[in-house]
Every structure is written in structure tokens, then in C-alpha cells.
């Protein structure tokens, strides 16, 4: 079993920065990725970032691009997602997720 511990979110008004952090309870090997969603009021959880540890490689959703970055900790056990210029459509839970395994979220309120 495998624990998965998101922080970083808060309060901030529009324009401000906030860096959510990600840590699992074991290194992270390779071939695997570690994932942000975002939950939406229609009960999905929506893709926002990813980061793939055998080459670092990244992908973004549209929303966020040019305004996130995902990267990785420095203890191989996690990743870091920079969100700046954040809007008020910014604010859920988000989530991170890693093999199959998820965290339990983190509030991201974004309002002036």
C-alpha cells in the first residue's frame, strides 16, 4: 500500500501563486508518472498535469498551460505543481494520483 500526501493549497486572489507538493510513501522508479487532477462538481476528476520520472517529460492541460509546471521533488518520491497567474475557474480539490493510488486531495480556492 502505498500513501500518497498532497499539500500546498489554500486561499489566494486572482494573479497569486500557490505551489502544491506531492509525496508518496516509496521512490518513485522510472517507468512510472505522477499525476494532478482536479475534481469537478460533476464528480469527475479532471486531468490537469503529469510527470513521467524516466525522462521527466511533462504534459499539460490546456487550461493551465504557460501557468503550471509539474516537477519533480528532490528525494524521488514525489513532484511539485507551480500554479501561478491562478483564476478564479482554478479552484477545486486536486488530487494527485500516482499508479493506482490516489491522495486526498488539497483545496485550491481561488477568489478576490
Known amino acids: 500500500q502505498v500513501q500518497l500526501v498532497e499539500s500546498g493549497g489554500g486561499l489566494v486572489q486572482p494573479g497569486e501563486s500557490l505551489r502544491l507538493s506531492c509525496t508518496a510513501s516509496?521512490?518513485?522508479?522510472?517507468?512510472?508518472?505522477m499525476t494532478w487532477y482536479r475534481h469537478t462538481r460533476e464528480n469527475d476528476r479532471v486531468f490537469v498535469a503529469s510527470?513521467?520520472?524516466?525522462?521527466?517529460?511533462?504534459e499539460y492541460a490546456d487550461a493551465v498551460k504557460g501557468r503550471f509546471t509539474i516537477s519533480p521533488n528532490n528525494f524521488n518520491n514525489g513532484v511539485y505543481l507551480q500554479m501561478n497567474n491562478l483564476k478564479p475557474e482554478d479552484t477545486d480539490v486536486y488530487y494527485c494520483?500516482?499508479?493506482?493510488?490516489w491522495g486526498s486531495g488539497t483545496q485550491v480556492t481561488v477568489s478576490s
Open positions: 510527470l513521467l520520472f524516466r525522462d521527466l517529460s511533462t
Open positions: 516509496e521512490t518513485i522508479f522510472g517507468g512510472h508518472a
Open positions: 494520483a500516482y499508479r493506482a493510488y
